[in-house]
Structure formats: structure tokens, C-alpha cells
């Protein structure tokens, strides 16, 4: 007979690995001593499943509508919206993936955690900064020509601020987000 880590006779030894992405959620919140980076790891992980679902069924819905049409241009958009979902979703996964390895490899520390925590949530505000920015003055909803919401409110300065950015460089500010977030890794280590 064989005994376990916890010390119960029986069955294989228990495994101190995470084994794969969807093991490293719950590898990374139980080894971790950090609670902004355990919520991080809760909401961050709720998020990037939500989203990952939301472009697998729209990416779906895209090739079904596109099934009669030439390759060519309707190929490209269906890689493109690939893309666009992969460069979303992996640095929303990136501080969970980053704390797993390194409390795997070096038993990395609450400071570590605690900062990974942080510019993941960074990079989710950043994501509804980023739309915020993309929303053109007016564009067509149902049939409508429907204009942007007046900002109003508390944060009507920086919705304000964020209208004056050119829709083009809108994608600048999840990037940015997204950089600190492995640079934050590559130097808090």
C-alpha cells in the first residue's frame, strides 16, 4: 500500500504539478498568499472563460454566414477574428499562467502575486477603456443611425478624454496594459 501526501493508505501519491492550463486556476489561488491576486485569479478566470465562449460562438456565427462566399477575404476575416479573441483572452489567463509556473518552479512570493494581481486587473479595465475609445461618433444599430452616449457623470472627463482618441489607436491601450502585464512578470520575478 502506498500512503498519500495527506496521509490516507492507498492510491497513487498525490501529484504537486498543476497539469495544463485549466489545472493552473486553482493551482495558482490555492498556493497563492495574495487575496487581490486570488481575486484576480477568480475574476480574471470567470472573464477569459466568458469571452473565449463569446468569440467561439461568434466566430460560429461568422463562418455560418460566410459559408457560400469565396475564401479569399471571408478567410481572412475568420483568422483575423481569431486573432483579435486569442490577443483578449491570453493576457487575461497570462498573471494566473505566470504565478502557477513560478510557484511551481521557485515557490514565488505574495510581492510577485500581489503585483500580477494587480496589472490583471489593469488589463480588464483597460479592455472596457479600449471599447469605450473604439465607439464611433455615430454608427448604424438595427437599421438606425444611433449616435454615442453623451458622457455624464463622474466619469464624464475621462469618457470624454477617451471619445478624443482616434478609434485606430483604441487597440493602444489594452496593448499597453497587456505589455505591462508581462513586464511586470519579467521584473517583479
Do not use: C, K
Amino acid at each position: 500500500m502506498t500512503e498519500t501526501a495527506s496521509g490516507e493508505a492507498g492510491g497513487p501519491p498525490e501529484d504537486d504539478g498543476y497539469g495544463g492550463v485549466f489545472g493552473a486556476y486553482p493551482y495558482a489561488f490555492r498556493r497563492s498568499d495574495s487575496r487581490l491576486f486570488r481575486a484576480y485569479a477568480l475574476v480574471g478566470g470567470l472573464l477569459a472563460l466568458s469571452l473565449a465562449l463569446l468569440f467561439g460562438f461568434a466566430l460560429v456565427v461568422q463562418v455560418a454566414q460566410t459559408l457560400g462566399g469565396p475564401g479569399g477575404t471571408f478567410t481572412f476575416a475568420r483568422a483575423l477574428f481569431i486573432l483579435v479573441g486569442l490577443l483578449v483572452v491570453a493576457p487575461l489567463m497570462a498573471p494566473v499562467l505566470f504565478v502557477a509556473r513560478n510557484h511551481r518552479r521557485t515557490g514565488s512570493d505574495a510581492r510577485y502575486d500581489r503585483l500580477l494581481g494587480g496589472s490583471g486587473f489593469l488589463f480588464v479595465v483597460s479592455l472596457y477603456l479600449g471599447i469605450t475609445a473604439s465607439i464611433p461618433p455615430e454608427f448604424v444599430l438595427d437599421g438606425e443611425t444611433v449616435a454615442r452616449p453623451a458622457p455624464s457623470g463622474l466619469t464624464a472627463p475621462l469618457v470624454e478624454l477617451l471619445y478624443a482618441v482616434p478609434e485606430v489607436a483604441a487597440p493602444a491601450i489594452p496593448f499597453a496594459a497587456a505589455l505591462l502585464v508581462y513586464f511586470t512578470h519579467r521584473y517583479a520575478a
